[in-house]
């Protein structure tokens, strides 16, 4: 018990100090930029990949349960609530932290083993606002950001296989959306959690990566708790958010 | 090499909000929650009983959406619902002696308020009360009162 709450205490110290050290004026926007483009950016095609087949899915399985009761046409719903609601924010999330979660801590553990990150502190140069600041803060923002557009993908992949291959009226499509989608209560919801996800993802994989064991075993350990840690985290805030917040 | 990964973060970060914006507008209620198109007013209307009537369910003329419950609250005086509808001036002027009737969308579906325009020439203004209103049918009082009805007259004398 002692133990877990000591673990619990130096995770929050650790986001104490990242906050602390993150300073936009020294430099610090174009380490941020850096890392905008390689654990955001370079996400999208998993993300947007992963969010049309989503959306595929959830049209065809819920037309499957619709269909007993003949309310097809009410798909949009089926397919505009989850995906807010849980689907979107959750998956989005998982896949970051495989697609990007893991490369940080990768990252950082190496840097660890290679001793670059003593390098640095012996240079004066604080390695939490050099290296770690700039890639939490890149993936707290880029969270949210993939989020909206792996519900933009899941959407139209909804919407290609109800209206193309299930003939469903685009009419009725959207306005089943548009009926049973409220902006602040079921989108609102989606962002609240994809800005948690952020938070949890960020500091799960800069947190593993920076404590890794400095050897190359270490930072394969590493990788693996960012990915096996970082989406337990999610799955686990999610619940809370849910039972808490709606 | 610097202006290109500037260029391609510039567009992932524009894509994300494009994306949510879009989404927001196309596949959510943000139309009616953002507000009608020409301005509203509101109408009071009392009912004696409102059902599963929510705030936010919809105002209907001919089955077309005019407006929406905006608030419901009970009269403390004389225990009667107190409906506030905020009604689209797009819906044109309705006269004075419009009713209203709150129904149930399908057998099963969500109530909304029906608006039926009656022949005054004088129109509602914002903060009116529509005198004539119906109340909601519920289901159950109805069952109940067909089934306690026939059991209270007895066989062969069923009202």
């Known amino acids: 018990m002692a133990k877990w709450l000591a673990s619990l205490g130096r995770i929050g110290l650790f986001q104490w100090r990242v906050l602390r050290a993150t300073d936009l004026r020294r430099g610090q926007l174009g380490d941020i930029a850096r890392q905008l483009y390689t654990v955001g950016a370079r996400s999208l095609p998993i993300v947007a990949v992963g969010g049309l087949f989503v959306g595929l899915v959830i049209s065809l399985q819920g037309y499957r349960a ?44 190496l840097m660890r083993a290679t001793d670059q990150i003593t390098a640095l502190s012996m240079m004066a140069i604080d390695p939490i606002g050099k290296v770690v600041a700039p890639r939490w803060l890149a993936a707290f923002i880029s969270v949210p950001l993939l989020t909206a557009v792996f519900c933009a993908f899941a959407i139209l992949g909804g919407y290609l296989q109800a209206v193309w291959a299930l003939g469903i009226d685009a009419g009725f499509f959207w306005s089943s959306l548009q009926n049973s989608v409220d902006l602040a209560e079921d989108f609102g919801q989606c962002f609240v959690k994809a800005g948690f996800f952020g938070v949890a993802t960020a500091l799960v994989s800069t947190y593993v990566g920076y404590h890794a064991e400095p050897t190359i075993e270490g930072t394969s350990i590493a990788t693996t708790r960012s990915v096996v840690h970082g989406s337990l985290m999610v799955l686990f805030l999610d619940f809370l958010l849910t039972a808490t917040l709606y | 090499m610097n202006f290109k990964l500037e260029l391609t973060v510039g567009a992932f970060i524009v894509m994300g909000f494009a994306c949510a914006l879009v989404l927001a507008f196309a596949s959510t209620n943000s139309a009616d929650r953002l507000g009608f198109g020409g301005g509203t007013y509101e109408v009071v209307a009392r009912f004696s009983n409102t059902g599963e009537l929510k705030p936010r369910a919809p105002v209907k003329i001919a089955g077309v959406k005019v407006g929406e419950v905006s608030e419901l609250t009970l009269d403390p005086d004389r225990f009667e619902a107190v409906a506030k509808l905020r009604i689209s001036h797009e819906a044109g002027e309705l006269p004075a002696d419009t009713s209203a009737g709150i129904f149930t969308s399908g057998l099963l579906g969500e109530r909304y308020i029906g608006l039926m325009p009656g022949g005054d020439p004088q129109a509602l203004a914002d903060g009116d009360e529509i005198v004539l209103t119906q109340s909601a049918v519920v289901l159950e009082q109805l069952i109940g009162k067909y089934l306690f009805g026939g059991a209270e007259g007895g066989a062969g004398s069923n009202p």
């Open chain 1, 66 to 109: 619709l269909e007993t009761i003949g309310a097809g046409s009410a798909l949009g719903t089926a397919i505009g609530i989850p995906l807010y609601r849980e689907l979107g924010p959750v998956l989005a999330a998982i896949l970051f932290c495989g697609r990007a979660g893991s490369s940080m801590a990768a990252e950082l553990g």
